[in-house]
Nanobody
């Protein structure tokens, strides 16, 4: 059974940093993409960043570029989101999502929630001014 478990959220002041973790288990394939999304109250779920099996990554240039960095450990089973220079607008529930590289959803853009078959329960990030 595939599981994604996020951790590392919390409350910080503007300008602070947090590192979120997403621990994956139960996957039978190591070839998968993993992304972070966030959802603020009253807003649509927004893609933050993605990391590919090669280690290459992309981020949402509009909102977090230059401040957030996605990475993973050597096993590929834990993916991180380093968040620096946090602003109140970053307040949201942050979700980890993953899927195998080859799937019926392979043609869907990485930034679409529909690309991912597996989701974590989310971790709350609150940034105060």
């Amino acid at each position: 059974q595939v599981q994604l478990v996020e951790s590392g959220g919390g409350a910080v002041q503007a300008g602070g940093s947090l590192r979120l973790s997403c621990a994956a288990s139960g996957f039978t394939s190591s070839s998968r993409i993993t992304a972070w999304f966030r959802e603020a109250p009253g807003k649509e779920r927004e893609a933050v960043a993605v990391i590919y099996p090669s280690g290459a990554s992309r981020s949402n240039a509009g909102s977090v570029k230059g401040r957030f960095t996605i990475s993973r450990d050597n096993t590929g089973n834990t993916v991180y989101l380093q968040m620096n220079s946090l602003i109140p607008e970053d307040t949201a529930m942050y979700y980890c999502a993953s899927d195998t590289t080859i799937s019926p959803r392979s043609g869907i853009a990485w930034s679409s929630p529909r690309r991912y078959n597996y989701w974590g329960q989310g971790t709350q990030v609150t940034v105060s001014s």
